[in-house]
């Protein structure tokens, strides 16, 4: 049931072929809210916490490894480095009807000032780490990106790219590394870098159900 779960707007009792529900290839799955990490009992067979959990820099690098056992670590992967990171694991959060939108049609770069990093679609490293810049509440997003050519920057570099798309021409990804390494962000210039993604809902259909309020372990631990 928590792995086919769908949303308000996501969800179509017609499954006729004129009818039925399309959404974009990089899009995985919707996920609710109740499933993530903090309703673990460690205690439980089959609900045990992951080795790395509370730690950060998991090895275990599949998005529904690093949805559902470290959606609250503040630093859940090793920070960002040209070398050793050709893909990175970036965190949205958005409205429900929002998230519904990315499902069926993809990002979509933010092109209105004010954007720190310039203009294209932003990730923070964790979902700690989007509290503080989000617009929007009630959905979070777990992305698979391709970082391609990374512009670094500091804090004295950031008017170089703010409010901007100039950095496009020679930059795939400005990553940004912030004096607290955990709230580090980055900016990817075009969609299509966006590789595969999981939605995680907290809207009112997990409330209407009362799922909200039930959370059933994970078989054997092996998600």
Known sequence: MWWYYRPDGAYKQCRCCCCRQR???????????????ENRNPNEIGNRLCSYSGVGNCPILFLEHIVIFHAYDSMPQARYQRNNHRTYFGFHRTSPQFAVGIAEEGFRPSTHPPQLLGFGVYFARSFKGTERKARHQGALICAEI???????????????????????QDFDTVYYY???EDRDEFCVKDPRQILRWIIIMNDDRLRRYGLDRVFENTRCGCI
């Open 178 to 180: 912030h004096r607290e």
């Open 146 to 168: 391709e970082m391609g050519n990374v512009l670094s920057i500091t804090s004295d570099e950031l008017n170089n790219v703010s409010n901007s798309d100039a950095w496009h």
């Open 23 to 37: 959404f974009h290839p990089s899009h995985k799955r919707f996920l609710p809210y109740p499933l993530l990490g």
